[in-house]
């Protein structure tokens, strides 16, 4: 596992999706400050794999855009069918100011 730089903490508002490349994500992420703490999914819906970056952030999830299944940004669970496939998250840190993904 190694920590990849996303960029500077202030790029990140609350509640506002930024997708971001990553090594070995060939669909990048999608990165978003919710409730203050700073979120990372693969930018990939894991139900029929569509970009999940246009949807929506409520309430601690996320809602694709393409079929309005809602993914828990903290563990990826899909909290509308527990058992369709969760989406892939990863843990997310903040260090002086930058934010820091880590990836396998
Ligand atoms: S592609 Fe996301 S809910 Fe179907």
Same mark, same amino acid.
């Given at each position: 596992?190694?920590?990849?730089?996303?960029?500077?903490?202030?790029?990140?508002? +609350?509640?506002?999706?930024?997708?971001?490349? $990553?090594?070995?994500?060939?669909?990048?992420?999608?990165?978003?400050?919710?409730?203050?703490?700073?979120? $990372?999914?693969?930018?990939?819906?894991?139900? @029929?794999?569509?970009?999940?970056? $246009?949807? +929506?952030?409520?309430?601690?999830?996320?809602?694709?855009?393409?079929? $309005?299944?809602?993914?828990?940004?903290?563990?990826?669970?899909?909290?509308?069918?527990?058992? +369709?496939?969760?989406?892939?998250?990863?843990?997310?840190?903040?260090?002086?100011?930058? @934010? +820091?993904?880590?990836?396998?």
């Amino acid at each position: 596992m190694t920590w990849h730089t996303l960029g500077p903490s202030a790029g990140f508002p +609350e509640g506002v999706l930024k997708t971001a490349a $990553a090594p070995g994500i060939r669909a990048g992420l999608v990165v978003v400050r919710d409730q203050g703490v700073l979120r $990372a999914l693969r930018n990939e819906c894991p139900h @029929a794999g569509k970009p999940l970056d $246009a949807g +929506e952030v409520k309430n601690g999830c996320i809602t694709c855009p393409w079929h $309005a299944y809602r993914f828990n940004l903290k563990n990826g669970m899909n909290v509308d069918d527990t058992d +369709e496939m969760p989406a892939k998250v990863y843990a997310v840190r903040e260090t002086d100011g930058l @934010a +820091e993904v880590e990836l396998p």
